[in-house]
């Protein structure tokens, strides 16, 4: 399949907001590309790059590179030179990847190019496209979408499953089980404003659990082999022989655990995410990580028992199995309410949830008991409950948005005051933005801009926005060594000036 075709399906999902249309024209995609093809198409359509991390930065594409007048390049060929970025290593590995990248626009239409550009820096945004690529897969090959569902549910990928039902039909769809050690696709959460308010939305009997700010795993043991993995369904056995030796000392020896991996300090209380995620993400000389920052698996739920599937069972029924099977001190903190009408229970449970906070973690899930594990979705029987944390910061520079946002300003660069009178950047967000919201920024920050190149414009520091924002963690990309997590415009702020935003100090002290 030529890349082109890709492209203008891509153009076309992002520039509508019907999913009834996006689905459409998905389907007509996958129903004329090859099955040898799909993954690759599904993977980019969705932002992601199966080789991983490039290491390929907005300092190698700013250069203009003549593109070619006619499509010629095809998803195929675009892999293989994606592959071939990928193994350059070494002294001039800087200087070799520009090279290749050169090569690959130059071979690449005018679209192809911003496409290819924006699948490198990580800016292919369509929103929900998984989901909807997964319904235009079942229209494409005549299956219910429930069934592919299940399959992708079970399997983990997407890509694979449907690689294999465009190549073989419906029928392949029953092959794709549950299987201890092939990873599964973690269930997600939705949100609410409270505790109180999650319990009344539920409607029925639930269990309010301790949020960990950790590293989420899935544990998988068949016999003595022992098979770690993350949200991303990595696989990390090698890095965490502590998990590793938690799960041999388990009575059972054929399940599936889903847990966060954390670390405490002196005093019990967690250490921060990004201690952790250097601790799991190293590669070299995990003893003396290991030594430096012990970790601890904590879990809450289980996806297999004796070799059986216990997805299908409701929450109350797979707690059982998980306290048979995990001792209590590796058991998630919980407290159940039994009945979501009582005063007295709901003020329980928001005391639970301000001890919870008060312990150093970062908030609280309420999940309905009655309710399966729903692989890979954001199910509504799960509600995570955590503080909002608010600031008032002012717009450094915006960059130009693209597809559905092509056109307008759109990601904004965010800094707080400094002593100094200068600003103090902390990250940067395009998230919470309405459509109004988006057409007004970019009136207004056209008219403090003061340089643009075509990617980013640089604005005078006027422009105040409140950001709503999850917590505050290290990051030696910006000058405070901090960055916000999670951060969300909230509203822009015109009435306020630079002068009453947030400082730098305020948002250091935050982090105590």
Known sequence: ?????????????????????????????????????????????????????????????????????????????????????????????????????????????????????????????????????????????????????????????????????????????????LRVGSPVQPMLAHTAKSVTEAVQALRTPCVVEEKLDGIRVQVHRSGDGIRIYTRSLDDITDRLPEVTAAAREMTGDHFILDGEVIALDGSGRPVPFQDIASRVGSRVDVDAARATLPLSPVFFDVLAADGEPTLDLDGGERHAVLARLVPEPMRVRRTVVDDPASARQIAAAEEFFTETLRRGHEGVLVKALDAPYVAGRRGRSWLKVKPVHTLDLVVLAVEWGHGRRAGVLSNLHLGARAADGTYVMLGKTFKGLTDEMLRWQTDRLRELAIADDGFTVTVRPELVVEIAYDGVQRSPRYPAGVALRFARVLRHRPDKSAQQADTIEQVLDSRA
């Open 1 to 177: 399949m030529l890349l082109a075709r890709l492209v203008d399906v891509s153009r076309t999902v992002a520039a509508t907001s019907a999913r009834s249309r996006k689905i459409a024209a998905l389907a007509e995609l996958f129903a004329g590309t090859r099955p040898a093809d799909v993954s690759l198409v599904i993977s980019y359509l969705a932002g992601r790059v199966p080789q991983g991390r490039i290491g390929i930065g907005w300092s190698v594409l700013k250069e203009p590179v003549p593109p070619a007048d006619d499509p010629r390049l095809t998803v195929a060929g675009t892999d293989t030179a994606l592959s071939a970025l990928a193994e350059v290593a070494g002294p001039g590995a800087k200087a070799e990847r520009k090279r290749l990248v050169r090569e690959l626009l130059a071979v690449a239409t005018p679209a192809e190019q911003e496409f290819l550009m924006r699948l490198l820096m990580g800016e292919v945004r369509q929103g929900a496209l998984d989901a909807v690529a997964l319904e235009a897969v079942a229209k494409a090959a005549a299956a219910p979408a429930a069934d592919v569902r299940r399959a992708v549910m079970l399997d983990g990928s997407l890509p694979r499953v449907a690689a294999a039902l465009l190549a073989e039909g419906p029928s392949v769809l029953a092959q794709f089980r």
